[in-house]
């Protein structure tokens, strides 16, 4: 892998494991957004097209873009009649005024410049059109306390929490609803509105650990320990899993939905 940080490695696992739940707060965010029929949407950070699938099954037109090939192509392969762009925020491929909302599901906290990104998402929104994101805004809790335990056996923490604030330079910041509304208000954006959800997802032991080797953490440590080290290192996990959690684990996760208007 050229980037540890890029999702290719981890596509086809994202969209086992994620996409399916990660539908919930997307669909809950396109309702919250008034995406309608006929509208023309732009899905910013798509991955395999969750948010996408969503507002096109809602009515909507959809375009997603997305930095990573991999996770692309599995995109295409789930929604074939959706059109999937490699792009990022920042330098859109569209014109001014081009789409009636644009969605970003869990992307904030990965912008290294979030007032950048946001000035080019802005404009490609049509005036009067929404802005839609979600953020996590759950702390810690067991099983990640477990995961970043075993983690630090292999990775020290001084080297592991810099680079993950370079990775996910916004991870922090974005977990508190006063600073989603704050960087959306200071961009211009009127009508700002946040609400909090909880969502409980059922996991086989199994399945989430897969599911945490998609995150930056996992595929850090991967490209720290080599294919040989990865596999001894989650043959630990999961043994340490079994003997803390019941199979199936029920995961718990608060996330803030937040829209805004473009005037």
């Known amino acids: 892998m050229d980037d540890w940080r890029s999702y290719d490695r981890t596509a086809s696992l994202y969209e086992r494991v994620h996409a399916p739940r990660f539908a919930e707060p997307a669909r809950d965010l396109v309702k919250l957004a008034g995406v309608q029929s006929g509208d023309h949407v732009l899905d910013v950070g798509t991955g395999t097209g969750v948010a996408a699938a969503v507002a096109q099954e809602a009515g909507a037109s959809v375009v997603g873009i997305d930095p990573s090939e991999r996770m692309l192509d599995v995109a295409r392969a789930a929604h074939p009649d959706i059109e ?17 909302a644009v969605l970003g599901t869990f992307v904030l906290a990965h912008f290294t410049k979030v007032e950048t990104a946001l000035y080019d998402i802005m404009r490609v929104t049509k005036p009067g059109g929404v802005l839609g ?22 990775v020290p923490n001084d080297l592991l929490e810099p680079t993950m604030n370079k990775a996910i330079p ?25 609400e909090p959800m909880q969502y409980e997802w059922l996991y086989t032991r199994d399945e989430f650990i897969d599911g945490l080797t998609v995150w930056a953490t996992g595929r850090f440590v991967r490209e720290m320990l080599g294919e040989d080290g990865w596999d001894r290192f989650l043959e630990r996990v999961r043994a340490t899993f079994a003997e803390r959690f019941p199979d199936p684990l029920h995961d718990r996760r608060d996330v803030l939905l937040a829209i805004a208007t473009k005037e």
């Open 133 to 154: 994101f979600t953020t996590w805004t759950d702390g810690r809790d067991a099983f990640t306390d477990t995961w970043r335990e075993l983690v630090a056996t292999v």
């Open 84 to 100: 999937f762009l490699a792009a990022q925020a920042i330098d859109l491929p569209f014109p001014d005024r081009s789409f009636d």
């Open 170 to 194: 916004n991870h922090e910041r974005f977990t508190k609803r006063a600073a989603v509304e704050e960087v959306l208000l200071d961009a211009g954006l009127r009508h700002v509105r946040t």
